[in-house]
């Protein structure tokens, strides 16, 4: 009797943090931050500047090492085995850091060369990406535009097919436009198998993650799905406008039930603190207060209403 | 060795391209050496003299004519009086007063004896140092001349005057030139300022562009890096001595006696050293601007101190033990011993071996402070 035995390993690409904590001059950046990233998953580090995301990036790539705590990528440890995590993750720090000397080809040749591979070896990876910034092949990195040297720095720490990618706030000071392209090259590079760890400034951003981890002053304050969270948010925000935003704005904030009240685009956002809050009364509020055109809706909840609430 | 090579490849690049680097790097220090072979001099000319004669006889007179007909001495003025000549010394119109005091003829005849006074603005300490050696040479062969005149007068019988005369032979530059002496000293300071500077520049400026964070988390290795960094500033150190010895022998002429191999077995290993601690600088920097400060607080120091522009000898012994540490110092005496001696290797077998253990010492523990992660 023949046994056909199939072993299929399951390979548990991911990202481990456990309890990480790092002081600079006794000023707790991160501060006991856990958190697990599953293999192939794209996640977000949600937060304002200043929040300590950089700092757990550069734990995390081996740049620095935690005060506590213990991390692994790619089931390597990131102060032991600090060998084996640079040759399989790349990273983009938030600070454009190439050679701007040098051109686009040469950047990756040489990046491709200390990674000991060949732009050809790994070219399917980045093709698509490449494609757009190969008529500027020639030109030097320093005088590109911002939303191409992005391209080009995700080129660089894709070109060694790694299996975890770091990219720390990649859309900081690039146009909305290239921003959503960004995206949706990061979603390509998901489906590729690549675990992606990103951080970013941008709420709107949050919601194209799998799942996020909202961060705030070195503490992660929540870890799930970005629908998942605005789903459990309870509260009602409504979305009030009217002529003269200003004065809505401190109108608002004197109103007597009010709970928060802030700037939110082209509207404002009000949630009452009564669960038996009724429109029509603000309405007449409002009206008392001479502001004219008034509207008031149900908003949809966003990333940014349940970070401005915690 | 493929990963090095690419790296110094990358280096050459961006020097090559640094349109405003590379005429620091090529142009300047051969202007340099140019220019101050041609103007660090140390012969003292045209000092400006002056004299207060008190006597007006034909003994003051034939003093003054002494100074008159000397190369080194312009006779600016004759002063009525000392206080009016210090006016003018405090003045900075003249460097030298010459008192020749009253009797002062009458003195030498009978009491063959008298005073001179001589005074000598000594702000350029050197400059009056050398002042007072042409003086006290004129006045003293003015005495020996005199002197015989006198005693042929007095005693009314011809004597026969017994004259010493001494003939310097200056060995191993024989016209007393000071340009193939100082050449080759300005040759080694060049070398060593521009390899310190840039590669104390070279590995800081990725820190300050951000470019070392990258790097750091890719799987290069420290010395890859390193050797990789410095390498091309090494071979540039080689270029510039080659185009500067070139210009040495074609522009002034300075003869290289010895085995020019021997120069540059010397300067390569040399050079390590000097990579060595442009490298101990950059890792302790956080900018461009601190580097170069760092780096020219050495090279001020190293220079002064080299026995390049004031001999080692004349140092107080506390100093001149300092020097041992520096290693231009020994660069200065091996080109000078080489270039002009003719040396062999065998008489520059201790500077070399001080400057291998040295180049060692140094970049191990420049390397060992080297840090990937913080």
């Known amino acids: ?310 | 060795m493929k990963i090095i090579l690419f790296i110094i490849q990358k280096e050459f690049k961006q020097i090559f391209r640094n349109k405003s680097m590379l005429p620091i790097i090529f142009i300047l220090p051969l202007l340099q050496l140019v220019i101050l072979s041609n103007a660090a001099s140390f012969e003292v000319k045209n000092i400006k003299f002056s004299y207060v004669d008190h006597d007006h006889s034909a003994a003051s007179r034939e003093l003054i004519r002494t100074f008159q007909s000397s190369d080194y001495f312009d006779i600016i003025a004759e002063f009525p009086s000392k206080k009016e000549a210090n006016l003018q010394m405090q003045k900075g119109n003249v460097d030298v007063i010459l008192e020749i005091p009253i009797h002062f003829e009458r003195n030498l005849i009978k009491q063959n004896y008298t005073n001179l006074s001589v005074s000598i603005n000594a702000i350029d300490g050197a400059a009056a140092g050398v002042s007072n050696v042409y003086i006290t040479q004129i006045i003293s062969s003015f005495n020996q001349s005199i002197k015989m005149r006198l005693q042929i007068y007095n005693q009314g019988n011809e004597v026969q005057p017994e004259n010493i005369l001494t003939i310097p032979s200056f060995w191993y530059n024989k016209n007393l030139n000071y340009k193939i002496f100082m050449v080759p000293g300005i040759l080694v300071l060049i070398v060593t300022m521009l390899s310190l500077f840039l590669s104390s520049m070279n590995i800081v400026r990725e820190k300050e562009m951000g470019t070392l964070e990258q790097i750091n988390v890719t799987p290069i290795k420290k010395h890859q890096f390193i050797i990789g960094k410095l390498f091309p500033f090494w071979i540039l150190g080689l270029v510039i001595l080659t185009v500067g010895l070139i210009i040495a022998k074609v522009l002034f002429n300075v003869p290289i006696l010895g085995n020019i191999f021997l120069i540059y077995l010397f300067t390569s290993i040399y050079l390590i050293l000097i990579l060595g601690i442009g490298l101990f600088i950059s890792n302790h920097t956080e900018t461009q601007q601190q580097a170069m400060f760092i780096a020219w607080f050495f090279t001020v120091i190293f220079i002064l101190m080299s026995g390049l522009f004031t001999p080692i000898e004349s140092m107080p012994s506390w100093a001149q033990k300092v020097t041992l540490l520096n290693p231009i110092r020994y660069f200065v005496e091996v080109i000078r011993m080489v270039m002009l001696k003719g040396a062999g290797f065998n008489d520059i077998k201790s500077q070399l071996v001080i400057i291998a253990i040295y180049a060692f010492a140094i970049n191990g523990f420049a390397v060992w402070s080297y840090k990937k992660t913080n």
Not at chain 1, 64 to 86: F, H, Q
Not at chain 1, 214 to 236: C, F, H, M, R, S
Not at chain 1, 257 to 266: D, N, Q
Request: with cysteine; proline share 3%; aromatic share 10%.
């Open chain 1, 1 to 310: 009797m023949n046994f056909d035995i199939a072993i299929v390993i399951a390979i548990e690409m991911n990202i481990k943090v456990q309890n990480i904590s790092k002081s600079y001059n006794k000023i707790k950046a991160v501060d006991a931050v856990t958190f697990e990233v599953n293999s192939g998953e794209l996640f977000g580090l949600i937060g304002p500047d200043g929040a300590g995301k950089t700092t757990i990036f550069r734990i995390l790539t081996t740049l620095l090492m935690p005060d506590e705590g213990n991390a692994t990528v790619a089931e390597y440890d990131v102060v032991a085995d600090y060998k084996a995590i640079r040759s399989s993750v790349g990273y983009m720090p938030g600070k454009f850091s190439l050679y701007q000397d040098l051109t686009v080809e040469e950047n990756l040749e040489f990046f491709a060369t200390i990674f000991g591979t060949t732009l050809a070896e790994n070219y399917a990876l980045i093709a698509d990406i490449y494609i757009q910034l190969e008529p500027f092949k020639d030109r030097r990195a320093g005088a590109l535009s911002g939303g191409m040297k992005q391209k080009l720095a995700l080129c660089c720490a894709l070109i060694h097919a790694p299996k975890v990618l770091f990219l720390d706030e990649p859309t900081t000071g690039v146009d909305p436009v290239s921003r959503k392209e960004f995206w949706q090259m990061l979603k390509r590079l998901q489906l590729k198998g690549i675990t992606i760890l990103v951080s970013t400034p941008y709420m709107d951003e949050a919601s194209l993650c799998d799942r996020i981890a909202l961060i705030q002053k070195g503490k992660i304050l929540k870890i799930d799905a970005p629908q998942v969270i605005t789903a459990n948010y309870e509260k009602l925000i409504y979305d009030i406008q009217s002529k003269n935003t200003h004065g809505l704005i401190h109108d608002l904030k004197n109103y007597s039930s009010h709970y928060s009240v802030y700037a939110f685009g082209e509207f404002i956002h009000y949630i009452d603190k009564n669960v038996d809050f009724k429109p029509e009364d603000l309405q007449q509020y409002l009206e008392e207060k001479n502001h004219s055109d008034i509207i008031i809706k149900k908003a949809e909840t966003t990333i940014e209403d349940v970070f401005m609430d915690l």
